[in-house]
């Protein structure tokens, strides 16, 4: 079995960062359609714990995830981070 790096999304949430296809602000117009379509499509992860939504996840399998942690933090944790991505804001 290969060994599949995990992004730390906040608060105990992961998933696996070779299918991310992108980390987007959920403050424009087309990201609020995006998050509309995903949910009504049942393709809508919320992993915000009940917190805000700071940014959106966007996976290959056409999932479309929340996050409550910062765009630039999950980019950098994606980025430069090791297996696990850091640790909860």
């Given at each position: 079995?290969?060994?599949?790096?995990?992004?730390?999304?906040?608060?105990?949430?992961?998933?696996?960062?070779?299918?991310?296809?992108?980390?987007?602000?959920?403050?424009?117009?087309?990201?609020?359609?995006?998050?509309?379509?995903?949910?009504?499509?049942?393709?809508?992860?919320?992993?915000?714990?009940?917190?805000?939504?700071r940014s959106?996840?966007?996976?290959?399998?056409?999932?479309?995830?929340?996050?409550?942690?910062?765009?630039?933090?999950?980019?950098?944790?994606?980025?430069d981070e090791?297996?696990?991505?850091?640790?909860?804001?």
């Amino acid at each position: 079995m290969s060994s599949r790096i995990l992004l730390n999304i906040g608060y105990g949430n992961f998933v696996v960062a070779a299918r991310v296809v992108s980390i987007v602000s959920p403050q424009s117009a087309p990201m609020k359609r995006l998050r509309e379509d995903a949910s009504s499509r049942n393709k809508l992860i919320d992993a915000t714990q009940g917190r805000r939504t700071r940014s959106i996840i966007v996976m290959d399998s056409d999932h479309v995830i929340l996050s409550a942690i910062n765009p630039d933090t999950v980019a950098a944790r994606f980025l430069d981070e090791g297996p696990l991505g850091g640790s909860d804001e």
